[in-house]
Protein backbone atom coordinates (compact mmCIF):
# COMPACT_ATOMS: atom_id res chain seq x y z
CA UNK A 1 0.00 0.00 0.00
CA UNK A 2 0.80 3.29 -0.96
CA UNK A 3 1.88 5.60 1.67
CA UNK A 4 3.03 9.54 1.73
CA UNK A 5 3.27 10.96 5.31
CA UNK A 6 4.23 14.36 5.45
CA UNK A 7 6.24 15.91 8.73
CA UNK A 8 7.68 19.59 9.49
CA UNK A 9 4.51 22.04 9.64
CA UNK A 10 3.95 24.42 12.41
CA UNK A 11 3.87 28.07 13.52
CA UNK A 12 6.63 30.46 11.73
CA UNK A 13 6.83 33.63 11.39
CA UNK A 14 7.14 35.80 8.53
CA UNK A 15 10.78 35.75 6.77
CA UNK A 16 11.48 32.79 8.82
CA UNK A 17 12.52 28.90 7.28
CA UNK A 18 11.01 26.14 7.86
CA UNK A 19 11.58 22.01 6.41
CA UNK A 20 9.02 19.86 5.08
CA UNK A 21 9.97 15.97 5.01
CA UNK A 22 7.87 13.03 3.07
CA UNK A 23 8.48 10.07 4.24
CA UNK A 24 7.42 7.52 1.03
CA UNK A 25 6.80 3.95 1.42
CA UNK A 26 4.88 1.21 -0.43
CA UNK A 27 6.29 1.88 -3.70
CA UNK A 28 9.71 1.90 -5.26
CA UNK A 29 10.64 5.50 -4.65
CA UNK A 30 13.41 6.15 -6.94
CA UNK A 31 11.14 5.09 -10.24
CA UNK A 32 8.82 8.41 -9.95
CA UNK A 33 8.18 11.74 -9.73
CA UNK A 34 7.22 13.40 -6.42
CA UNK A 35 5.27 16.95 -5.82
CA UNK A 36 4.71 19.26 -3.43
CA UNK A 37 0.83 20.78 -3.78
CA UNK A 38 -0.63 23.10 -1.28
CA UNK A 39 -4.25 24.26 -0.23
CA UNK A 40 -4.61 27.58 1.50
CA UNK A 41 -7.16 27.07 4.41
CA UNK A 42 -10.54 26.93 2.29
CA UNK A 43 -8.96 27.97 -0.88
CA UNK A 44 -8.01 25.24 -3.90
CA UNK A 45 -5.22 23.14 -5.19
CA UNK A 46 -1.77 25.11 -6.18
CA UNK A 47 0.95 22.41 -7.16
CA UNK A 48 4.23 24.08 -5.36
CA UNK A 49 6.99 22.30 -6.22
CA UNK A 50 7.83 19.11 -7.97
CA UNK A 51 11.21 16.68 -8.82
CA UNK A 52 11.44 13.55 -11.53
CA UNK A 53 13.09 10.56 -10.32
CA UNK A 54 16.51 10.99 -10.46
CA UNK A 55 16.72 15.02 -9.35
CA UNK A 56 17.70 16.03 -13.07
CA UNK A 57 13.98 18.02 -13.65
CA UNK A 58 12.77 20.47 -11.44
CA UNK A 59 9.85 22.88 -11.31
CA UNK A 60 8.32 25.75 -9.19
CA UNK A 61 5.27 27.67 -9.50
CA UNK A 62 6.29 31.46 -9.64
CA UNK A 63 4.65 31.87 -6.46
CA UNK A 64 7.80 30.15 -4.40
CA UNK A 65 10.66 30.29 -7.30
CA UNK A 66 13.70 31.58 -5.50
CA UNK A 67 12.16 30.79 -1.83
CA UNK A 68 11.38 27.38 -1.69
CA UNK A 69 13.71 24.24 -3.14
CA UNK A 70 12.69 21.02 -3.30
CA UNK A 71 14.89 17.90 -2.61
CA UNK A 72 14.72 14.31 -2.74
CA UNK A 73 17.08 11.15 -1.12
CA UNK A 74 16.19 8.14 -2.92
CA UNK A 75 18.34 5.97 -0.27
CA UNK A 76 15.94 7.14 2.39
CA UNK A 77 12.82 7.37 0.46
CA UNK A 78 11.93 11.21 1.12
CA UNK A 79 11.13 13.61 -0.34
CA UNK A 80 11.70 17.29 1.34
CA UNK A 81 10.32 20.91 0.83
CA UNK A 82 12.89 23.70 2.31
CA UNK A 83 10.91 26.78 2.51
CA UNK A 84 12.80 30.20 2.80
CA UNK A 85 11.96 34.15 3.19
CA UNK A 86 7.96 32.71 4.39
CA UNK A 87 5.08 35.00 3.93
CA UNK A 88 1.92 35.38 5.09
CA UNK A 89 0.64 33.90 1.85
CA UNK A 90 2.40 30.74 2.42
CA UNK A 91 0.36 29.54 4.81
CA UNK A 92 -1.54 26.05 3.43
CA UNK A 93 -1.84 22.70 4.59
CA UNK A 94 1.33 20.94 2.10
CA UNK A 95 0.46 17.50 0.77
CA UNK A 96 3.45 15.21 -0.95
CA UNK A 97 2.20 13.52 -4.27
CA UNK A 98 2.98 10.97 -6.06
CA UNK A 99 3.61 11.36 -9.76
CA UNK A 100 2.24 8.00 -11.71
CA UNK A 101 5.62 7.96 -13.64
CA UNK A 102 7.82 10.85 -15.25
CA UNK A 103 7.91 14.54 -14.38
CA UNK A 104 5.20 15.87 -16.07
CA UNK A 105 2.09 14.21 -15.40
CA UNK A 106 -0.85 13.46 -12.64
CA UNK A 107 -1.24 12.95 -8.92
CA UNK A 108 -1.97 9.34 -8.15
CA UNK A 109 -1.32 9.26 -4.19
CA UNK A 110 -1.43 12.03 -2.03
CA UNK A 111 -0.26 12.56 1.51
CA UNK A 112 -2.56 13.65 4.42
CA UNK A 113 -0.85 17.31 4.39
CA UNK A 114 1.03 19.35 7.30
CA UNK A 115 -0.28 22.57 7.95
CA UNK A 116 2.36 25.72 7.86
CA UNK A 117 0.76 28.81 9.41
CA UNK A 118 2.90 31.74 8.98
CA UNK A 119 2.39 34.28 11.47
CA UNK A 120 3.46 36.50 13.81
CA UNK B 1 0.69 30.08 -18.06
CA UNK B 2 -2.33 27.80 -18.57
CA UNK B 3 -5.59 29.20 -16.80
CA UNK B 4 -8.42 27.16 -15.97
CA UNK B 5 -11.48 27.45 -15.12
CA UNK B 6 -14.64 25.50 -13.97
CA UNK B 7 -18.50 25.83 -14.25
CA UNK B 8 -20.77 25.49 -12.29
CA UNK B 9 -18.75 26.60 -8.60
CA UNK B 10 -21.32 24.85 -6.67
CA UNK B 11 -23.58 22.69 -7.97
CA UNK B 12 -26.36 21.43 -5.89
CA UNK B 13 -27.94 17.88 -7.08
CA UNK B 14 -30.12 15.26 -5.79
CA UNK B 15 -29.38 10.85 -5.12
CA UNK B 16 -29.12 9.51 -8.71
CA UNK B 17 -29.27 12.32 -10.76
CA UNK B 18 -26.85 13.07 -13.30
CA UNK B 19 -24.31 15.16 -12.60
CA UNK B 20 -21.64 17.01 -14.93
CA UNK B 21 -19.10 19.86 -14.31
CA UNK B 22 -16.91 21.43 -17.46
CA UNK B 23 -13.70 22.64 -17.36
CA UNK B 24 -11.95 25.02 -19.87
CA UNK B 25 -8.00 26.05 -20.07
CA UNK B 26 -7.07 28.88 -21.74
CA UNK B 27 -5.24 27.21 -24.22
CA UNK B 28 -5.01 23.69 -25.66
CA UNK B 29 -3.48 21.13 -23.48
CA UNK B 30 -4.59 18.36 -25.61
CA UNK B 31 -6.03 15.89 -23.16
CA UNK B 32 -3.23 16.15 -20.57
CA UNK B 33 -6.01 16.74 -18.01
CA UNK B 34 -6.57 14.93 -14.63
CA UNK B 35 -9.76 15.51 -12.43
CA UNK B 36 -9.84 14.77 -8.61
CA UNK B 37 -12.40 14.42 -5.93
CA UNK B 38 -11.65 16.05 -2.41
CA UNK B 39 -13.83 15.50 0.31
CA UNK B 40 -13.68 17.49 3.82
CA UNK B 41 -10.54 17.19 5.73
CA UNK B 42 -9.08 14.81 2.97
CA UNK B 43 -6.49 14.46 0.42
CA UNK B 44 -7.78 14.93 -3.19
CA UNK B 45 -8.64 11.62 -4.88
CA UNK B 46 -7.16 10.91 -8.67
CA UNK B 47 -10.69 9.97 -10.76
CA UNK B 48 -9.68 10.41 -14.13
CA UNK B 49 -6.67 11.02 -15.92
CA UNK B 50 -6.17 11.71 -19.88
CA UNK B 51 -9.24 13.72 -20.27
CA UNK B 52 -11.09 9.88 -20.04
CA UNK B 53 -9.34 7.45 -17.97
CA UNK B 54 -10.66 5.80 -15.14
CA UNK B 55 -8.19 5.32 -12.11
CA UNK B 56 -8.45 2.01 -10.87
CA UNK B 57 -11.18 1.58 -8.40
CA UNK B 58 -13.34 4.35 -9.35
CA UNK B 59 -16.54 3.49 -9.73
CA UNK B 60 -17.95 3.23 -13.70
CA UNK B 61 -20.17 5.88 -12.63
CA UNK B 62 -17.91 7.97 -12.93
CA UNK B 63 -16.54 9.56 -16.79
CA UNK B 64 -14.36 11.90 -18.46
CA UNK B 65 -14.51 13.78 -21.74
CA UNK B 66 -13.12 16.59 -23.82
CA UNK B 67 -9.87 17.32 -25.48
CA UNK B 68 -8.25 20.55 -26.66
CA UNK B 69 -9.92 23.44 -24.67
CA UNK B 70 -13.01 22.06 -23.08
CA UNK B 71 -13.34 18.78 -20.60
CA UNK B 72 -16.40 17.55 -18.42
CA UNK B 73 -16.60 15.40 -15.42
CA UNK B 74 -20.22 13.16 -15.72
CA UNK B 75 -21.65 11.21 -12.33
CA UNK B 76 -24.35 8.76 -14.13
CA UNK B 77 -25.93 8.39 -11.18
CA UNK B 78 -25.20 10.66 -8.16
CA UNK B 79 -24.83 8.74 -4.49
CA UNK B 80 -24.43 9.71 -1.31
CA UNK B 81 -20.65 9.17 -1.36
CA UNK B 82 -20.14 11.67 -3.83
CA UNK B 83 -20.91 14.67 -2.70
CA UNK B 84 -17.56 16.56 -2.29
CA UNK B 85 -15.70 19.40 -4.11
CA UNK B 86 -14.18 18.68 -7.34
CA UNK B 87 -11.21 19.84 -9.35
CA UNK B 88 -9.85 19.50 -12.71
CA UNK B 89 -6.10 19.95 -13.36
CA UNK B 90 -4.33 20.32 -16.38
CA UNK B 91 -0.13 19.03 -16.95
CA UNK B 92 0.38 19.85 -20.34
CA UNK B 93 2.50 22.62 -19.18
CA UNK B 94 3.44 22.20 -15.51
CA UNK B 95 0.49 22.16 -13.56
CA UNK B 96 -2.36 23.91 -12.77
CA UNK B 97 -5.85 23.10 -11.29
CA UNK B 98 -8.92 25.05 -11.49
CA UNK B 99 -10.94 26.37 -8.86
CA UNK B 100 -13.15 23.54 -7.81
CA UNK B 101 -16.80 22.62 -7.74
CA UNK B 102 -18.45 21.62 -4.48
CA UNK B 103 -21.60 19.16 -5.06
CA UNK B 104 -24.02 19.60 -2.31
CA UNK B 105 -27.45 17.95 -1.13
CA UNK B 106 -30.07 19.66 -2.71
Known amino acids: EVQLVESGGGLVQPGRSLRLSCAAS????????MHWVRQAPGKGLEWVSG????????GYADSVKGRFTISRDNAKNSLYLQMNSLRAEDTALYYC?????????????WGQGTLVTVSS | DIQMTQSPSTLSASVGDRVTITCRASQSISSWLAWYQQKPGKAPKLLIYKASSLESGVPSRFSGSGSGTEFTLTISSLQPDDFATYYCQQYNSYYAFGPGTKVDIK
Open chain 1, 97 to 109: AKGPGDFSLFFDY
Open chain 1, 26 to 33: GFTFDDYA
Open chain 1, 51 to 58: ISWNSGSI
